[in-house]
């Protein structure tokens, strides 16, 4: 694939790095249920923006196997409908690899606006659920969420690809 003009070559990703910021991204969705905001529906789901981000930056690494594990784990975790952030991690995990190579074209954040509707159609997916379950509508706020996941997107990009940042010393014999 040639990259576009002026893009950066990253290192490759580290698998531990990746399994570590999944692990933690399942941890701040903890921490966020048990603090004092507690389950609100207008919080962004920090795993499922680590999800779309690995699975379109690493599809290889990461992909809807993992992402199913992960919504079965933030099920148990959270107490949830068995299998409601599993099925909603499984769809994200295949619309972000759908268009993974589309996306890693745009800047990043013509990137935001483009998983908008992933985020937006993930949260669609899991209010589906749980009013078929016999919930309660949560409120209007939970439309709130998708557009807060779109606007975290940059700045989860600028961490997460950090580590993989070459580092800017060209060399006569090594023009890469």
């Known amino acids: 694939m040639i990259m576009p ?17 999944l692990l933690m991204a399942l941890f701040a969705n903890m921490v966020v249920n048990i603090s004092l905001v507690g389950n609100a529906a207008w919080m962004p789901d920090f795993l499922a923006l680590v999800l779309v981000f690995w ?3 690493q599809s290889r690494l990461v992909g809807i196997g993992v ?13 949830a409908l068995l299998g409601q952030h599993a099925l909603t991690y ?20 013509s990137q935001a606006m ?5 985020f937006a159609v993930a ?23 998708p557009l807060l996941e779109a606007l ?8 997460l690809l950090a580590p ?12 890469l």
């Open 152 to 159: 975290l997107w940059p700045v989860v990009s600028v961490f």
């Open 114 to 118: 483009q998983v908008l509707p992933m």
């Open 90 to 109: 499984t769809a994200l995990g295949f619309m972000a690899i759908l268009m993974h190579r589309r996306l890693l074209w745009f800047t990043v954040p």
């Open 164 to 175: 993989q940042r070459r580092a800017p010393n060209p060399d006569a014999n090594r023009p």
């Open 55 to 57: 699975c379109v930056h």
């Open 67 to 79: 992402a199913f594990f992960f919504g079965f784990a933030s099920d148990v975790l959270q107490s």
């Open 123 to 145: 949260h669609a997916l899991e209010l589906l659920v749980r009013l078929m379950s016999g919930a309660l509508f949560p409120g209007w706020p939970i439309f709130l969420a």
């Open 5 to 21: 003009r002026g893009q950066q070559l990253l290192l490759p990703a580290n698998p531990m790095f990746i399994l570590f910021t």
